[in-house]
T-cell receptor
Framework: KQEVTQIPAALSVPEGENLVLNCSFT??????LQWFRQDPGKGLTSLLL?????REQTSGRLNASLDKSSGRSTLYIAASQPGDSATYLC??????????FGDGTTLTVKP | GAVVSQHPSWVICKSGTSVKIECRSL??????MFWYRQFPKQSLMLMAT?????????EQGVEKDKFLINHASLTLSTLTVTSAHPEDSSFYIC???????????FGNGTRLTVT
């Protein structure tokens, strides 16, 4: 059974800082891994999808890396902004859309 | 981009009544949709996999007779919480993907409160 751990559980930084969110998973036989953000009381917004054959994906100020063999992924956020404040969830997908979620990292970016 | 619509966004019902939640894929067909539940300050827990034209697959510990899932078309899955009780109060979210290696898209969720 896939288990996902996200570190840190919470993070508070001043605006402008670069930061790294960590995700580890126990079953490395994944199709892909997806990073999401969730705002309070809302659904999930997809940020990045990394296929199992890829090492990283970039979108704007976000960069996600994947080391499938070691069961790790990181989400790098450059030049953080208050609007980045949210909970970030990592979800490795081992079975055609059936994803397992970590508990998330709650990020607060202070102006 | 692919969009998943979920309705209603919130509902309050009395204990013992049933509530139906709809999940639609707006611009793609989805043979499979997924239903999750999220309790406050917890992560998403998969409840069941909804399969178009066949029975849903439920995760261990999820009562199939309580959480009825119907996936009658390639763009619509419904979750009915039957005989709801206060402990069923939660945030229910659906997801779908056009194909197995595409991004998973989520609805905006339904906040269910059972009084």
């Amino acid at each position: 059974k896939q288990e996902v751990t996200q570190i840190p559980a919470a993070l508070s930084v001043p605006e402008g800082e670069n930061l790294v969110l960590n995700c580890s998973f126990t079953d490395s036989a994944i199709y892909n891994l997806q990073w999401f953000r969730q705002d309070p009381g809302k659904g999930l917004t997809s940020l990045l999808l990394i296929q199992s054959s890829q090492r990283e994906q970039t979108s704007g100020r976000l960069n996600a890396s994947l080391d499938k063999s070691s069961g790790r992924s990181t989400l790098y956020i450059a030049a953080s902004q208050p609007g980045d404040s949210a909970t970030y969830l990592c979800a490795p997908n081992t079975n055609a859309g059936k994803s397992t979620f970590g508990d998330g990292t709650t990020l607060t970016v202070k102006p | 981009g692919a969009v998943v619509s979920q309705h209603p966004s919130w509902v309050i019902c009395k204990s013992g009544t049933s509530v139906k939640i709809e999940c639609r894929s707006l611009d793609f067909q989805a043979t499979t949709m997924f239903w999750y539940r999220q309790f406050p300050k917890q992560s998403l827990m998969l409840m069941a996999t909804s399969n178009e034209g066949s029975k849903a697959t439920y995760e261990q510990g999820v009562e199939k007779d309580k959480f009825l899932i119907n996936h009658a078309s390639l763009t619509l899955s419904t979750l009915t919480v039957t005989s709801a009780h206060p402990e069923d109060s939660s945030f229910y979210i659906c997801s779908a993907t056009p194909r197995s290696n595409s991004p998973l898209h989520f609805g905006n969720g339904t906040r269910l409160t059972v009084t």
